[in-house]
Every structure is written in structure tokens, then in C-alpha cells.
């Protein structure tokens, strides 16, 4: 349990590029499980035709890395459930003024 909550701590310095905001208060993170370093997310993105999702998963998969006893990484993206303005945190939504 301890590793996954150092996993979303670190998702959380993952800033999406376009809109200056960390993946995981834009609520693009969905799931995060880990089981004996094998640590699988599940995110979205802001649209299916996201021009930056290279630069999102590298970004996702170095910080998760960097983590003591990750030993593996699978990221799972998925648009079930579209993500909506509505996933995003309060902090988030403060931010940009909604």
C-alpha cells in the first residue's frame, strides 16, 4: 500500500504540457495497482487524439521508475470513460477559473 501511494505522489509531477497542470489533479489517472513491484496504471487523456500522449507516457513511466521496488510498469490507456472537465480536481477547476 505504501508503494502505490509513492506511485500517485510521483504521478503527480507529471505535468500535462498543454495545459500546465499535473496528470493526476486533471483526473486523468484512473487506477493504480501495484502487486510485488509490478505496477499497472490506468489513465486517459484529455482526447483520444492527444498529440503529446508520447510525452505524457515517458514522463508517467520515469517518475514511477524512479520508485524503490517498482520493478515493472504497464500503462493502460483507456477512453472508458471519456474524460470530462468534470474529473478534475477542485485545486484543478480553481485554476482555470470554473
Same mark, same amino acid.
Given at each position: 500500500?505504501?508503494?502505490?501511494?509513492?506511485? +500517485? !505522489?510521483?504521478?503527480?509531477?507529471?505535468?500535462?504540457?498543454?495545459?500546465? %497542470? @499535473?496528470? /493526476?489533479?486533471?483526473?486523468? %489517472?484512473?487506477?493504480? !495497482? $501495484?502487486?510485488?513491484?509490478? /505496477?499497472? %496504471?490506468?489513465?486517459?487523456?484529455?482526447?483520444?487524439g492527444?498529440p503529446?500522449?508520447?510525452?505524457? @507516457?515517458?514522463?508517467?513511466? $520515469?517518475?514511477?521508475? !524512479?520508485?524503490?521496488? /517498482? +520493478?515493472?510498469?504497464?500503462?493502460? %490507456?483507456? &477512453?472508458?470513460?471519456?474524460?470530462?472537465?468534470?474529473? *478534475?480536481?477542485? $485545486?484543478?477547476?480553481?485554476? &482555470?477559473? *470554473?
Open positions: 500500500m505504501q508503494l502505490t501511494k509513492q506511485i +500517485k !505522489k510521483n504521478l503527480s509531477e507529471v505535468i500535462d504540457p498543454e495545459l500546465g %497542470i @499535473d496528470i /493526476v489533479n486533471l483526473g486523468l %489517472i484512473y487506477d493504480v !495497482k $501495484e502487486i510485488n513491484g509490478q /505496477v499497472v %496504471i490506468v489513465m486517459t487523456l484529455t482526447s483520444p492527444c503529446l500522449a508520447g510525452v505524457i @507516457d515517458e514522463q508517467v513511466r $520515469e517518475k514511477v521508475s !524512479k520508485i524503490k521496488g /517498482v +520493478k515493472d510498469i504497464r500503462l493502460d %490507456i483507456t &477512453f472508458e470513460p471519456l474524460w470530462t472537465v468534470d474529473k *478534475m480536481s477542485e $485545486e484543478a477547476r480553481a485554476r &482555470f477559473g *470554473m
